[in-house]
């Protein structure tokens, strides 16, 4: 099956530091990959949709400087939290879309990512 | 995208089968309904996705209504490790970002 690949599982940083997470598709080439946030009993929110080889879409309210968004080769794409404060602490997913072969496509998600800011 | 809705919680018992509605009421022909479930503090797992023919696959059955309106994911023989959130979503024709609501918790009991 589709596998999707998440480092570091979790991380710990001082307010004002940046975080880089890495996403990678281990099985199957993603043009596209997607980002999520989730807060302690909340849904997935998306982030931003990253496409490889061209600059990352942005959801409405998420700052594009502050969350930089690389995505330079078919299987992987990372987020960077620059200059991280405590509110940015949460639970950081992405996925990667696969064809299913059925002209559409299935996500799959990686095991996420814990920042945990202080 | 369409707009989901799902109950907030829903209890089964080990063994039976589960049944979990989703309401997309303002789908479009060409939408897609996919069915995805997030066990605690993991990353959401694909089950199943479909457009009106009733669909199945290894570990769920999606029933969609004939008006396409609504649809029932159903997890034949609940087992303890069923339990998750589960959701309901469906991408704009030709999209494929995924937009998440607050989804069902599903809780199996033994």
């Given amino acids: ?118 | 995208d369409a707009k989901t809705t799902q109950p907030p919680s829903m209890d089964c018992a080990e063994g039976r089968a589960a049944n979990l509605p989703c309401n997309h009421s303002t789908i479009s022909g060409n939408e897609y309904v996919y069915w995805y479930r997030q066990i605690h503090s993991q990353g959401p797992q694909y089950i199943i996705h479909g457009l009106k023919n009733n669909e199945t696959n290894e570990m769920a059955s999606l029933i969609i209504t004939e008006d396409r309106k609504s649809s029932t994911l159903i997890l034949p023989h609940a087992t303890l490790r069923d339990t998750a959130v589960y959701y309901c979503t469906s991408p704009a024709q030709g999209a494929q970002k995924l937009v998440f609501g607050q989804g069902t918790r599903l809780t199996i009991n033994p």
Wanted: glycine share 6%.
């Fill in chain 1, 1 to 118: 099956g589709a596998v999707v690949s998440q480092h570091p599982s979790w991380v710990i940083c001082k307010s004002g530091t940046s975080v880089k997470i890495e996403c990678r598709s281990l099985d199957f080439q993603a043009t596209t990959m997607f980002w999520y946030r989730q807060f302690p009993k909340q849904s997935l929110m998306l982030m931003a949709t990253s496409n490889e080889g061209s600059k990352a879409t942005y959801e409405q309210g998420v700052e594009k400087d502050k969350f930089l968004i690389n995505h330079a080769s078919l299987t992987l794409s990372t987020l960077t939290v620059t200059s991280a404060h405590p509110e940015d602490s949460s639970f950081y997913i992405c996925s990667a879309s696969h064809a299913s072969g059925r002209g559409t496509y299935e996500q799959y998600f990686g095991p996420g990512t814990r920042l945990t800011v202080t």
